[in-house]
């Protein structure tokens, strides 16, 4: 477990929390739990240009390389997509839509991790 | 298009013939993500060793094709796309209870997991509860 995954934990559980507090307090989507989405974004692009770097620098990825560039792929789309998904329609549920962003790039970052080491 | 989106917070109006809208959305988001992450386990499933265990790998791109009809079908309005989710929605549920059934009885002929085996604990039992969910859904927001 590196830096990103811890970084993806953190920001990630941080996210859902806020996102779910503001879901349960009826509240639509507004720029703290967008932000807190939108984190979890630049977190997913430092990784990336993280990992470019790595590999660049002669790294090895243990498992199926492109796996991980599949996951890490998927995940930087997703939370571009809930903020997209949940700000079409600003209601109390698109809060919950972005509480599941944290959770799931947390998780894909678990993965990543596995597959890397 | 489908003229449901208000951009005042707060309510939005009562239209019977859509299902994208509410707690709606957010079923959706998790049939998104399934649809994606089924489609790219089968993928990758079939691409790389889909000869170890043909009958598993076929029946993972059986899920990912389920997730992706339940996933569109429910952003649709109208009463086709409603048939077309309830179909979907009922393959899933018969699909995870079956496949949950036989991976854990006989584990031999799932060497492989699909998103369905064990009743899909290998993601939290989500496969599990997403077509209950849906169900629930579909029943509120059944056409007149």
């Known amino acids: 477990m590196d830096g990103y995954f811890y970084a993806l934990l953190i920001v990630g559980l941080v996210s859902t929390i806020m996102c779910l507090v503001a879901g349960l307090m009826k509240k639509a989507p507004n720029d703290p739990t967008i932000y807190s989405v939108l984190a979890i974004e630049v977190v997913l692009l430092v990784y990336l240009v993280g990992s470019i770097v790595r590999v660049a620098l002669g790294e090895q990825i243990a498992g199926e390389p492109w796996e991980f560039w599949g996951y890490l792929i998927t995940a930087l789309i997703i939370p571009l997509g809930a903020v997209y998904w949940a700000i079409l329609e600003r209601t109390r549920w698109s809060n919950f839509v972005l509480a599941a962003v944290g959770v799931t790039v947390f998780v894909m970052g678990a993965r990543m991790n596995q597959i890397w080491y | ?144």
């Not at chain 2, 059986?62 to 339940?70: D, G, M, N, R």
């Open chain 2, 1 to 144: 298009m489908t003229g449901t989106e208000t951009n005042s917070a707060g309510q939005q109006p009562k239209q019977k013939d859509t299902r994208n809208t509410g707690p709606g959305r957010l079923l959706i988001a998790v049939y998104a993500v399934f649809a994606l992450s089924a489609t790219a386990r089968a993928g990758y499933q079939i691409a790389t060793k889909f000869a170890e265990a043909p009958l598993a790998h076929i029946l993972s791109a059986f899920a990912a094709v389920v997730y992706i009809v339940a996933t569109i079908s429910l952003a649709k309005p109208g009463r086709t796309w409603f048939k077309v989710s309830l179909a979907a929605v009922l393959t899933e549920l018969v699909g995870v209870l079956v496949v949950g059934a036989i991976s854990l009885f006989d584990p031999v002929a799932f060497p492989h997991d699909t998103v369905w085996s064990l009743f899909g604990r290998g993601y939290g039992f989500v496969p599990l509860l997403l077509p209950i969910l849906g169900l629930l859904w579909l029943n509120k927001r059944r056409p007149s």
